[in-house]
């Protein structure tokens, strides 16, 4: 099975994860964001590291707790719709973008 590949951008920095053999195809969300709480919680660790944010940066722009960030990020919780929208919006806002799926 080939491994998908979930790219965002950073301005010209191109970050990929590779999803293994064990999560099959990335399915996305109409937000373009993984559904999955584990790939969530990977593009959106990947997503913050990229923009140089830290956790309580991150915490602040979305007005909700670092330890709500953290137990997102570790994939721990599913956030709420509202929370994830919110963590979305802000690293949208950093300049992150939407996640791509490639090949």
Do not use: N, Y
Not at 48 to 77: C, F, N, P, Y
């Amino acid at each position: 099975m080939k491994a998908e590949r979930l790219t965002s951008r950073v301005g010209c920095v191109v970050i990929s994860m590779r999803f293994g053999e064990k999560s099959g195809a990335v399915s996305l969300g109409s937000d373009g964001w993984p559904t999955d709480r584990q790939e969530f919680a990977a593009a959106v660790r990947e997503a913050r590291k990229a923009a140089s944010m830290s956790q309580v940066e991150l915490a602040e722009k979305v007005d909700i707790s670092e330890v709500t960030i953290r137990s997102i990020e570790t994939g721990r919780t599913k956030p709420a719709a509202p929370h994830r929208q919110w963590v979305i919006t802000a690293l949208t806002q950093a300049g992150q973008g939407s996640p791509k799926v490639k090949p």
